[in-house]
């Protein structure tokens, strides 16, 4: 199973922005492939990098949510996959009670990292990049970079991994400590199975069809779009914040995009 969120901006300004986040599960056995998502509207006031925060926060909070959901009274022959690090407990982190479930239930929690700029060698290289030229197996997992701290909210062991001989993509993997009675290998060793698939570019395939089930459709985007402009009419403000809109977006527009949400980054918040 994985849990992952996507968030979308519907309109923003130099002060407040109006966002959707779409966040969705994948349950895989076999080729059986069942799935859920849930939408929500955010409005946050607040500089850009403020909002980024805040931001993170909920997307944490929802796939927190959904991963409890989805759980059930799923056994210790069932994987978990999150997208981000092992961090649980406090702002911008995953529910502590998500890796209580886990633990308790004994499920093989892991989470697994798109990119970690914050991994570099004692040359202030990416040290992903560097583990890639040393390495010598077309399949092979660098473990502890380093080893879980739960006082540090971190609860996984930090490690890198290669699990498609065809993909140069490395991969963050934090392996949680609870795991401790299981080798590496064996933990890994069935990613390289729902790796494969030439869509993931070496990303376990369950984590890329939760990425691909967040993504919401841009009918959707302009549902809530127009849904939002109808609350900011009726309640008579919608004037003052377009015009708030037009001091932000010019670059936008002269980028050819009409919408927020044309921007895929989610710098632009």
């Given at each position: 199973?994985?849990v992952d969120?996507s968030t979308?901006?519907?309109?923003?300004?130099?002060?407040w922005?109006i966002?959707?986040?779409?966040?969705s599960?994948?349950?895989?056995?076999?080729r059986?492939v069942?799935?859920?998502?849930?939408?929500?509207?955010?409005?946050?006031?607040?500089?850009?990098?403020?909002?980024r925060?805040?931001?993170?926060?909920?997307?944490?909070?929802?796939?927190?949510?959904?991963g409890?959901r989805?759980l059930?009274?799923?056994?210790?022959n069932?994987y978990?996959?999150?997208d981000?690090?092992?961090y649980f407990?406090?702002e911008?982190?995953?529910?502590?009670?998500l890796?209580?479930k886990c633990?308790?239930?004994?499920i093989?929690l892991?989470t697994i990292?798109?990119?970690?700029p914050?991994?570099?060698?004692?040359?202030?290289?990416d040290?992903?990049?560097?583990?890639?030229?040393?390495?010598?197996?077309?399949?092979?997992?660098y473990?502890?970079?380093?080893k879980?701290?739960?006082?540090?909210?971190?609860y996984?062991?930090?490690?890198l991994?290669k699990?498609?001989?065809?993909?140069?993509r490395?991969f963050r993997?934090d392996i949680?400590a609870?795991l401790?009675d299981?080798?590496?290998e064996?933990?890994?060793?069935?990613?390289?199975?729902?790796?494969?698939?030439?869509?993931?570019?070496?990303?376990?395939?369950?984590?890329?069809?939760?990425?691909?089930f967040s993504?919401?459709?841009?009918?959707?985007?302009?549902?809530?779009?127009?849904?939002?402009?109808?609350?900011?009419a009726d309640?008579?403000?919608?004037d003052?914040?377009?015009?708030?809109e037009?001091?932000?977006?010019?670059a936008?527009?002269?980028h050819?995009?009409r919408?927020?949400?044309?921007?895929e980054?989610i710098?632009?918040?």
């Open positions: 199973m994985a969120c979308r901006t519907l309109r923003r300004a130099n002060n922005g966002y959707l986040l779409r966040v599960s994948a349950d895989v056995k076999g059986d069942n799935w859920n998502f849930e939408e929500r509207m955010y409005t946050l006031v607040g500089e850009a990098y403020v909002r925060r805040l931001l993170q926060d909920a997307r944490l909070e929802l796939e927190s949510e959904m409890l989805i059930g009274n799923s056994d210790k069932t978990l996959l999150l981000g690090a092992s407990g406090g911008r982190k995953f529910r502590a009670s890796h209580e633990e308790k239930n004994g093989r892991l990292s798109k990119q970690s914050m991994l570099r060698d004692e040359r202030g290289r040290f992903a990049a560097a583990a890639y030229m040393l390495a010598e197996a077309p399949t092979w997992v473990h502890p970079i380093v879980a701290n739960p006082h540090e909210h971190l996984g062991d930090v490690s991994m699990i498609w001989e065809e993909s140069q490395v993997c949680m609870y401790k299981y080798s590496v064996e933990l890994l060793s069935p990613l390289t199975v729902i790796a494969e698939d030439p869509r993931c570019m070496g990303y376990p395939v369950v984590l890329w069809l939760a990425h691909d993504t919401p459709s841009e009918s959707q985007l302009l549902y809530y779009h127009d849904l939002a402009e109808t609350e900011l309640v008579g403000i919608l003052t914040l377009r015009r708030e037009l001091s932000c977006n010019f936008d527009e002269l050819g995009n919408y927020a949400f044309n921007w980054l710098d632009h918040v």
